[in-house]
């Protein structure tokens, strides 16, 4: 990786002293051109038996020196074009990119939210799941995972996840896929590092290409990803997300989602800019941040990504008593965690696994 990087960098120091040298040649060449052009103009009409009277060297040298401004502007409009056909470039590349189309799912029995039946997806080649890399090939279930409670219900034992990963093939497929998710349920999902916990939302997002089977959801969807997205605004803004503010609903979220000590610790509170991509917050912060935000939308289905790995174990209990289990009482919960304790409180609880 070093040595590759250390490539580039020469390539590029490379391409850069060229373009300097043949900036400064200009710089130096164009202030004299006005006078050389003079000097071969009155050459030219002298010698071609012509009498150069004052005026028309006057007339002559004024013409150049009005030319000498356009002149010494001509290399920096050649390299503003060229910057800008770079850039053109780039965006173009972005521009034509395949259009993600919003999943055409068929909407869930009203008991449902979430109905899989044999369902397959996969990432196209050029896409990168964004926590698995190639691997040897694995097969993974979906079972279920006794819980505590006396109320507690399970996925059933014909539920289960398959997952596949071919190292000659750069495609990571999820399939087989058969759930039922009822509404209003907590469900917890955990496994190992890489066995496609991610992926599966990503399924649920529409984000991987659904392949075959039947798929079915009913209600509207909050997200919140393991790396958290933060924009360049204050908390409040990337809390509120355009949503309006209801300062009673606001406070109840932000205090579930411990996020009160941080606020006071600054000193215009909520109201402090952050930086781009949260540079003057930490991780642990940051992912409240999202979390808060999702919450605050209030959606009908909430898939959360790993959302208490960043968190202090004393934050995150308070989160997932506080926000999980009572702010979000009543609403379908997909929540993907390490910490087997969670899904131990889960209403239900599934584990995909390698075998």
């Known amino acids: ?10 390539m590029e120091r490379a391409v850069l002293e060229k373009a300097a040298y043949v900036h400064s040649i200009s710089n130096t060449i164009i202030p004299t051109v006005p006078v050389l052009a003079a000097v071969a103009t009155f050459l030219g009409y002298v010698m071609k038996g ?16 009005t030319m000498r401004t356009s002149l010494g502007v001509l290399p920096f409009a050649v390299k503003a074009m060229t910057e800008l056909l770079v850039s053109c470039e780039r965006y173009k590349s972005i521009l034509l990119m395949m259009e993600m189309q919003a999943p055409k799912w068929s909407v869930a029995d009203e008991k449902f939210a979430i109905v899989m039946n044999t369902a397959t997806f996969s990432w196209e080649s050029h896409q990168v ?26 996925l059933s034992d014909d539920e289960h996840v398959n997952l596949t990963s071919i190292t000659d093939h750069p495609t990571f497929s999820i399939e087989d896929i058969t759930l039922t998710i009822e509404k209003g349920k907590l469900v917890g999902i955990c496994g190992t590092v890489g066995c496609g916990k991610t992926s599966l939302m990503s399924a649920f997002l529409g984000r991987m290409i659904h392949r075959s089977g039947k798929v079915a959801m009913d209600g509207s969807v909050a997200y919140v990803a393991q790396q958290a997205w933060i924009m360049n605004a204050s908390i409040r803004e990337n809390i509120l997300f355009g949503e309006e503010y209801d300062p009673e609903r606001y406070n109840g979220i932000v205090e579930a989602c411990c996020l009160e000590e941080d606020f006071e610790s600054f000193v215009e509170g909520d109201l402090i800019e952050i ?16 979390l808060a935000r999702a919450v605050y939308s209030d959606r009908d289905i909430y898939l959360l990504d790993d959302p208490l790995s960043a968190v202090d174990t004393h934050i995150g209990s308070h989160i997932f008593s506080k926000c999980i289990k009572k702010v979000l009482k009543g609403k379908t919960v997909l929540l993907v965690t390490h910490q087997l304790q969670k899904n131990q409180s889960s209403v239900s609880a599934g584990l995909a696994s390698d075998t």
Do not use: W
């Open 129 to 154: 799941n964004p926590t698995y890399k190639n691997k040897m090939v694995k097969q993974g279930s979906m079972h279920t995972e006794e819980c505590l409670t006396n109320e507690d219900e399970y």
């Open 50 to 65: 012509n009498n150069l009277t004052p005026d028309e060297a006057f007339t002559i040298i004024t013409v150049l020196s």
């Open 275 to 290: 930086g781009e991509r949260g540079i003057n917050l930490s991780g642990g912060q940051k992912q409240r941040v999202s």
């Open 1 to 10: 990786m070093k040595d590759n990087v250390l490539i580039k960098k020469d």
